[in-house]
Nanobody, 118 residues
Framework: QVQLVESGGGLVQPGGSLRLSCAASGFTFSSHFMSWYRQAPGKERELVARISSAGSSIYLADSVKGRFTISRDNAKSTVYLQMNSLKSEDTAVYYC?????WGQGLYWGQGTQVTVSA
């Protein structure tokens, strides 16, 4: 069955960095678009970043441009979110998402908590 397992979250001070990973299994990873979403307390889930199946197309939300990067390793069936210069407003649960088109896909991971606080 499809599994998406996020890791790498935690507590970090403002200005710090984290790298999230999402390990995928149960489907042909190299043919899927992969996304990172986040949901802060009391807010709706929002798209943070998306990468096409071959990695040639990337979307980053305006709020994270210049600070976050998304990448993938199809040989390892893993997608990454490198987060630098973290701010308190980046605090949220981050979810991995996969699908077969450029949009919200069907499959979700369980989420990983990122807390940015001094």
């Amino acid at each position: 069955q499809v599994q998406l397992v996020e890791s790498g979250g935690g507590l970090v001070q403002p200005g710090g960095s984290l790298r999230l990973s999402c390990a995928a299994s149960g489907f042909t990873f190299s043919s899927h678009f992969m996304s990172w979403y986040r949901q802060a307390p009391g807010k709706e889930r929002e798209l943070v970043a998306r990468i096409s199946s071959a990695g040639s197309s990337i979307y980053l939300a305006d709020s994270v441009k210049g600070r976050f990067t998304i990448s993938r390793d199809n040989a390892k069936s893993t997608v990454y979110l490198q987060m630098n210069s973290l701010k308190s407003e980046d605090t949220a649960v981050y979810y991995c998402n996969s699908g077969t088109y450029w949009g919200q896909g069907l499959y979700w991971g369980q989420g990983t908590q990122v807390t940015v606080s001094a």
